[in-house]
């Protein structure tokens, strides 16, 4: 009877100690990297698709033909911020459609995006029809060039709106609205929209428009002057490096790519800055329907812990600098080009979760 | 692997490349040369893209059309390449790591005159395997210094028994050394402690099962 009662005691605390240890294991061998994004903007889905379905309606057959793709051809991973001339773009020109048709595509690109992003994109287009009024900037390719897709054209008309797959409201499907300087990549999956990969950029930085001064990056650039100067003095050592960043590191042609994060961890941040880094970040995320861009933010919220914030360059505003923020599932990156002031290029990455991967193969 | 396997294997890679959407900027007078490392336990394979700024397409025309007939033969991609890799110094704890060409892709020419033109290098250092321990690696680019700038970036590597440091750099960034630990505290140590648990559980069980045997029978 003892030896029973002893047996049954040691089987029950030998199996406590097994489960004890199994349990942070399986648990540990079963979780991603990431976890699954939470089902975000139910009723943003159906106003998208429904654009998108008008703008597809506005086209004849042949027109459709040229801007649909499946969802999984080459052509998702085939954008680039460059103008055309030099990278050729597949789609519907905006400049080869007629006003109904383009009224179509821009209302699609600002069902899927929020107010303050569909103002952004419109802002990097005026300033690249800015940048063909007067032939190019200080860096970059000049109007006219020559190039291996003919001359190099700037302008409004000169971006693209291409669909992988077929509108829905619960297959996956992208929309791709791009140009010189602009590369907006938005996947839906059924309730959830993703914006990543994408590349804002600007060229020129600052322009004049109806007599108002225009800054497509100018948030981005002020917050991340900001954000660095709330940092004391210990904190900005950690931060800033000690090297030169003179261009994107995970720019285009870079899918799925995580290089080993440097800077400041988050951890170290106090609450103040710790927000004023998710606003900077808030400048990205938030170019996406305010529904899904309030589900990534909680999300890098999430991860704030093992989230960088890294410098390279001058801490005056209004001097050349470089940055990136870095966590589990954002990468955004700010690069000045050439030392130019006046000439922006940036970037949005989710290693986990570009194209929506997560989303699609869960 | 005989010349001609290599320059067919050399030559199937290099279209395969082709695709790679070119990147970054249109750049001026400067040569961009971002490098990425990716640490594994036997190898350290390197990505080298170099993008030539328009104003100097035709000087590095030059480096690399070496009879002058305006084009690029294979032979002459392949020797760039390589002379390229010649100014790469690789060490892994110290000692010389020889850095081999994988493959290359060379753009259209029209592209480079633009400055949007990229190469693309694909190397691999062939290293001892390291063992359960700190290691170090050292790279060092000193390629065309006078137009060159430089990026280098270590890959977080697929392995995650190799843990990656802080990594070092010179200001322009030619240079960059990385401290990483090969353990097995990230992937053995929790596959021993499941076995022994797992073996711990089923044992008990055995033992419950064996010792209820009997009990059942006699409340029967």
């Known amino acids: 009877m003892f030896r029973t009662r002893f047996a049954f005691a040691w089987t029950g605390l030998a199996a406590v100690l097994a ?6 294991t399986v648990i540990h061998s079963q979780q991603p990297a990431a976890s699954r994004p939470p089902d975000t903007s139910a009723a943003v889905t159906p106003k998208v698709v429904g654009a998108a379905n008008a703008f597809l309606a506005s086209l004849s057959a042949a027109e459709r033909a040229k ?24 789609g519907a020109r905006l400049g080869d459609l007629t006003p109904q048709q383009r009224s179509a595509a821009l209302a699609l690109v600002a069902a899927a995006l929020s107010r303050e992003g569909y103002q952004k994109v419109t802002d990097i287009m005026n300033g690249d029809e800015v940048l063909k009024g007067t032939g190019g900037g200080r860096t970059g390719g000049k109007q006219d060039a020559r190039g291996p897709g003919g001359g190099i054209r700037f302008g409004r008309d000169e971006y693209y709106m291409a669909l992988l797959g077929n509108p829905s409201t619960t297959e996956p499907w992208m929309i791709q609205f791009g140009g010189h300087h602009l590369a907006i990549n938005v996947t839906v999956v059924g309730a959830n929209s993703v914006l990543t990969p994408s590349l804002p950029a600007a060229q020129p930085a600052r322009y004049v428009l109806n007599g108002q001064t225009i800054r497509p990056l100018g948030r981005e650039n002020d917050k991340g002057f900001a954000l660095i100067n709330a940092l004391n003095s210990r ?13 994107l590191v ?14 400041i961890p988050c951890s170290e941040l106090d609450s103040r800055q710790q927000s004023m880094l998710l606003d900077v970040a808030h400048e990205w995320v938030g170019i996406l329907n305010d529904e899904a861009a309030n589900a990534k933010m909680a999300e890098i919220k999430a991860n704030l812990a093992k989230t960088y914030f890294a410098w390279s360059g001058s801490t005056k505003n209004g001097e050349l600098a470089y940055y990136r923020i870095q966590g589990p599932t954002v990468v955004i ?14 970037i949005y990455r989710d290693p986990t979760n570009d194209y929506g991967a997560r989303l699609v193969h869960p | 692997m005989s010349e001609r396997k290599w320059i067919a ?5 290099s279209g395969w490349l082709g695709w790679a959407p070119s990147a970054g900027a249109h750049r001026l007078d400067e040569y961009l040369q971002a490098t990425r490392l990716s640490v594994s336990i036997d190898r350290v394979d390197l990505v080298i893209d170099l993008t030539p700024g328009a104003a100097i397409a035709n000087k590095v025309l030059a480096w690399i059309d070496t009879n002058g007939d305006g084009r690029i033969s294979d032979a002459e991609a392949r020797a760039y390449a390589e002379e390229m890799l010649r100014s790469v110094t690789l060490k892994v704890d110290g000692l010389p790591a020889p850095v081999e060409l994988v493959a290359s892709s060379f753009p259209e020419w029209s592209d480079v005159r ?15 395997p390291a063992g359960a321990g700190h290691h170090v690696i050292s790279f060092l680019n000193t390629h065309r210094p006078e137009s060159g700038v430089y990026l280098v970036n270590a890959l977080v590597p697929d392995n995650p028994s190799i843990q990656l440091g802080q990594p070092r750099r010179d200001y322009a960034q030619r240079g960059m050394t990385l401290d990483y630990t090969v353990g097995g505290a990230v992937s053995d140590v929790p596959r021993t402690w499941a076995l022994l648990a797992l073996a711990i559980l089923v044992g008990s069980l055995r033992l419950a099962l064996r010792r209820r045997a009997p009990l059942l029978t006699v409340n029967e």
Not at chain 1, 19 to 24: E, I, N
Not at chain 1, 67 to 90: D, E, M, V
Not at chain 1, 250 to 263: F, S
Not at chain 1, 333 to 346: K, M, N, R, S
Request: charged share 15%; proline share 7%; with cysteine.
């Open chain 1, 19 to 24: 489960v004890a240890v199994l349990l942070p």
């Open chain 1, 67 to 90: 801007c649909t793709f499946g969802f999984n051809s080459s052509q998702r991973t085939g954008w680039s911020n460059l103008p055309t001339g030099i990278f050729k773009r597949n």
């Open chain 1, 235 to 247: 904190q900005q050592k950690r931060a800033i490096l000690n090297y030169a960043v003179n261009d």
């Open chain 1, 250 to 263: 995970l720019g285009p042609g870079n899918d799925g790519k995580v290089i080993q994060p440097e800077g």
């Open chain 1, 333 to 346: 990156e700010y690069a000045p080009q050439q030392g130019d002031l006046d000439h922006i290029h940036t």
């Open chain 2, 9 to 13: 294997t050399f030559a199937a890679v």
């Open chain 2, 114 to 128: 633009l400055g949007v033109g990229m190469i693309r290098l694909q190397a691999v250092a062939k290293i001892p």
